[in-house]
């Protein structure tokens, strides 16, 4: 019987894959409640674990900047041309860009949605930080959709080892958030589900690589011409 083999620069088929659909679900209903949670107001535990975060040494805003533009609205472009010039793979790159800006949209539209406002409205006995904003609604983080978002987008192609640094990556931009007393800890939680969420949906349209599947992440070496197609779901 004869073997196919693949070549390193055959495009690599892609399926879909069926664990998503469970992170996807979890990951809505961890939006859900912490919104319907959000929605009433601030529980007693989640102000505790914000003024914790918040008291943190006031230098570390500024160490803490730099990372938190993982959450901005311009994040999105620059990951998916990285993304693009790291593998020549449209999924990525087209997922990082267009699945950040629906998380940015998106969070807007929750906001308006649950209506809690920011640490500095609905909290008292507290400084606020230079810059920190005081107006808008605070639930949920688009940072944290978008960081969560891009992270969740890239995380078929990257080793067990750079997964794990993307997804600190974005929790670094949640710590950031709350430090800087822009959001609250449930705000980075809502975000961070969201995009989560929207990260899973697109791999559940578009499908990953075959050797996700089987291995977890993209098997080094293997990587489409450029101007090759990627192969069909």
């Not at 803490?64 to 993304?83: D, E, N, R, S, Y």
């Amino acid at each position: 019987m004869a073997v196919v083999r693949r070549t390193a620069l055959e495009p690599e088929r892609h399926v879909l894959h069926l664990p998503y659909l469970w992170r996807a679900a979890l990951a809505a209903a961890v939006l859900v409640v912490s919104a319907v949670i959000a929605k009433q107001g601030v529980p007693r535990w989640e102000e505790s674990i914000f003024r914790a975060i918040y008291q943190l040494p006031d230098w570390l805003s500024a160490v803490l900047w730099l990372p938190m533009q993982l959450g901005t609205l311009w994040a999105p472009f620059i990951v998916g041309g990285c993304a693009w010039l790291a593998w020549r793979r449209w999924r990525p790159a087209v997922g990082a860009v267009v699945m950040g800006l629906v998380a940015w949209w998106a969070a807007k539209l929750v906001k308006n949605a649950v209506g809690r406002g920011r640490p500095a409205n609905v909290l008292t006995d507290f400084t606020l930080r230079t810059g920190a904003p005081r107006e808008g609604l605070g639930f949920l983080s688009g940072h944290c959709a978008v960081a969560f978002c891009l992270a969740t987008v890239l995380s078929p192609y990257l080793t067990p080892r750079k997964r794990i640094v993307a997804f600190a990556l974005a929790v670094v931009v949640a710590v950031a958030r709350i430090e800087t007393g822009a959001h609250l800890p449930l705000d980075t939680v809502g975000g961070a589900a969201m995009g989560c969420l929207l990260g899973w949906i697109w791999h559940m349209i578009v499908g990953v690589p075959e050797s996700v599947a089987h291995h977890g992440w993209v098997t080094p070496g293997r990587r489409p011409r450029v101007g090759a197609s990627e192969g069909s779901i």
